[in-house]
């Protein structure tokens, strides 16, 4: 039975990254968001979004504003919701299909921004949370995705502190520095491996 590790942090806590060297290591990871983004271009979903938030939120070529929707549901976390009700369900059907491809693998990795604040890592055999100190986590966001500090907060405090997060996790990553990082990665692969 393939194991599902969950990986996880908050936003700017460089998950992402950890995720391909993950993966650089030839092993399966699904990120969820991806998937998201690309089910969230399906037109009929993008008919549900729709009725949520009201026409104003496409763009000319009737695509999604994906920088309007943020700035709503950060703000709204009703709206939030709504959204994550249309969104989740078929992300983890996709996640399903997925995973009948890697059933061959001792464990996949599972990238979930929100995976305690979805309920998600119910369904982890094993959690990696990365973590960072609060001002590294607002520069790298401001500088990678040109918000304000305090759109960058706003954010963080829709998601689980992590405090919160580390009672629930099986294994802490602290990445503050790149090398120290991959480290910590290849030590928590080799136990998942011999496990």
Same mark, same amino acid.
């Given at each position: 039975?393939?194991?599902?590790?969950?990986?996880?942090?908050?936003?700017?806590?460089?998950?992402?990254?950890?995720?391909?060297?993950?993966?650089?290591?030839?092993?399966?990871?699904?990120?969820?968001?991806?998937?998201?983004?690309?089910?969230?271009?399906?037109?009929?979903?993008?008919?549900?979004?729709?009725?949520?938030?009201?026409?104003?939120?496409?763009?000319?070529?009737?695509?999604?504003?994906?920088?309007k929707?943020?700035?709503?549901?950060?703000?709204?976390?009703?709206?939030?919701?709504?959204?994550?009700?249309?969104?989740?369900p #078929?992300v983890?059907?996709?996640?399903?299909?997925?995973?009948? *491809?890697? !059933? /061959?693998n001792? @464990?996949? &990795?599972?990238?979930?921004?929100?995976?305690?604040?979805?309920?998600?890592?119910?369904?982890?055999?094993?959690?990696?949370?990365?973590?960072?100190?609060?001002?590294?986590?607002?520069?790298?966001?401001?500088?990678?995705?040109?918000?304000?500090?305090?759109?960058?907060? #706003?954010?963080?405090?829709?998601?689980?502190?992590?405090?919160? *997060?580390? !009672? /629930?996790?099986? @294994?802490? &990553?602290?990445?503050?520095?790149?090398?120290?990082?991959?480290?910590?990665?290849?030590?928590?692969?080799?136990?998942?491996?011999?496990?």
């Open positions: 039975m393939t194991k599902i590790i969950g990986l996880t942090g908050g936003i700017g806590s460089g998950k992402s990254t950890v995720a391909k060297y993950i993966a650089s290591k030839g092993i399966p990871v699904y990120i969820a968001d991806d998937e998201a983004k690309k089910i969230m271009d399906n037109e009929k979903v993008i008919t549900e979004i729709k009725i949520i938030f009201t026409d104003d939120i496409l763009t000319n070529d009737n695509k999604l504003d994906r920088v929707i943020a700035n709503i549901v950060f703000n709204n976390p009703d709206k939030l919701r709504e959204l994550n009700a249309i969104v989740h #078929k983890k059907i996709h996640f399903k299909n997925w995973l009948k *491809k890697h !059933k /061959k001792l @464990f996949i &990795i599972k990238e979930v921004a929100i995976l305690f604040e979805t309920g998600g890592d119910k369904e982890c055999d094993a959690i990696i949370l990365v973590t960072a100190p609060e001002e590294i986590r607002i520069q790298r966001t401001t500088t990678r995705d040109n918000l304000t500090v305090d759109n960058v907060r #706003k954010r963080m405090n829709s998601q689980f502190s992590d405090i919160e *997060k580390i !009672k /629930k996790s099986t @294994f802490v &990553i602290n990445n503050i520095n790149l090398e120290d990082t991959y480290f910590q990665v290849d030590e928590i692969l080799e136990k998942m491996n011999n496990s």
